[in-house]
């Protein structure tokens, strides 16, 4: 079983709705990520969070809003989504070694399925 | 640039046919190569990293070895069970402050025939 839990397993959202994605981890990783997925493609990265702070974020649309309220948790804002945002969304962990280190392996979430009507 | 290409795209096996799984890569120093499962509709699981070239780790029916340009992932005997989608994934020098960054292939959807 994974340690990375996602919450909803699903959602369904309107364009004008507004609605949260939640993520929590407790393996004491300091680097937090959101991916999208979408059917038979590899997943996409959207943001990176490391110790607490925003890393990267790869050019991800404004309606995506991320957020890492402390070390364990990450929550991905939704507000106005289009059709085409429909996806799986990923979150995941690593721990956070640095660029001078070997690779940080990173372990994701069952992921949200997420809808826009 | 840096790049992943997994070969090839779909496998389809008899339960009990050996089989691999190739991952090429080019980066510009490798960090790690990862190797994942991942089932329709789940999120990625993780199998198994490796950091230098000669490295091999093996669980189960799998086992996955690195060289210089590429990996592999060998399967025997396999069981319907390991149906999934496998995906590799490197990670360069060439990346983030943290060195977080991933770069994924479009991954080998495997199917295993009873």
């Known amino acids: 079983d994974t340690e990375v839990t996602q919450t909803p397993k699903h959602l369904v959202m309107g364009m004008t709705n507004k609605k949260s994605l939640k993520c929590e981890q407790h393996?004491?990783?300091?680097?937090m990520y959101w991916y999208k997925q979408k059917a038979k493609k590899p997943p996409e990265l959207m943001f990176v969070?490391?110790?607490?702070?925003?890393?990267i974020n790869e050019s991800v649309p404004s309606r995506f809003s991320p957020e890492c309220p402390n070390s364990s948790l990450l929550n991905l804002h939704l507000h106005a989504l289009q059709p085409e945002d429909s996806a799986l969304y990923l979150c995941?962990?690593?721990?956070?070694?640095?660029?001078?280190?070997?690779?940080?392996?990173?372990?994701f979430g069952e992921g949200s399925w997420l809808t826009v009507v | 640039e840096d790049q992943v290409t997994q070969s090839p795209e779909a496998l389809r096996l008899q339960e009990g046919e050996s089989s691999s799984l190739n991952c090429s890569y080019t980066v510009s120093g490798l960090r790690g190569l990862f190797w994942y499962r991942q089932d329709p509709g789940k999120g990625p699981e993780f199998l198994f990293t490796l950091y230098s070239a000669g490295e091999e780790k093996e669980k189960e029916r799998l086992k996955a070895t690195l060289t210089k340009k590429e990996s592999f992932l060998h399967i025997t005997a396999p069981k319907p069970e390991d149906s999934a989608t496998y995906l590799c994934a490197v990670q360069a020098r060439g990346g983030s402050r943290t060195g977080n960054q991933f770069y994924f292939g479009t991954g080998t959807s495997l199917t295993v025939i009873p």
């Open positions: 995941a962990s690593s721990q956070d070694r640095g660029r001078g280190s070997s690779g940080n392996t990173i372990y």
């Open positions: 969070y490391s110790y607490e702070k925003l890393s």
């Open positions: 393996m004491g990783h300091r680097a």
